[in-house]
């Protein structure tokens, strides 16, 4: 990977409280994988404030993105800066409600952060 593509996943990450790279768009996903994670992070309390990015658009962000994370598989979701896994990873999540909790906390930070 590099610097520059790491410093592009780094600020799309600290920029954006809800990141999903997916394969296809939050409107459109194109593998039922991404299907099922935005359909999670949405019930979740993320509706309308997932910034979903395509990576079957990008090949080099695709490859990029899997090893910054040594994560091998698409979709993958960070929260508040933090990454939280795949699709089975963020149901788990979802349904223990700390998914939840955690999308309210980074809602909650970067609405604090943009009224300073």
């Given at each position: 990977m590099t610097?520059?593509?790491k410093?592009?996943?780094e600020a799309e990450i600290q920029d954006n409280p809800v990141?999903?790279?997916m394969k296809g768009t939050e409107m459109l996903p194109r593998c039922g994988f991404?299907?099922?994670t935005v359909e999670t992070l949405r019930n979740s309390g993320a509706a309308g404030r997932i910034h979903a990015i395509d990576v079957l658009a990008d090949p080099e962000l695709w490859q990029a993105?899997?090893?910054y994370?040594?994560?091998p598989t698409i979709p993958q979701?960070?929260?508040g800066g933090?990454?939280?896994g795949g699709c089975d990873i963020t149901r788990e999540l979802s349904d223990s409600g700390e998914l939840q909790a955690k999308i309210g906390a980074a809602l909650e930070t970067a609405g604090a952060g943009a009224e300073e």
């Open positions: 610097p520059e593509m410093q592009r996943i990141l999903l790279y991404s299907a099922a993105i899997r090893e994370s040594d994560w979701v960070y929260v933090e990454f939280i």
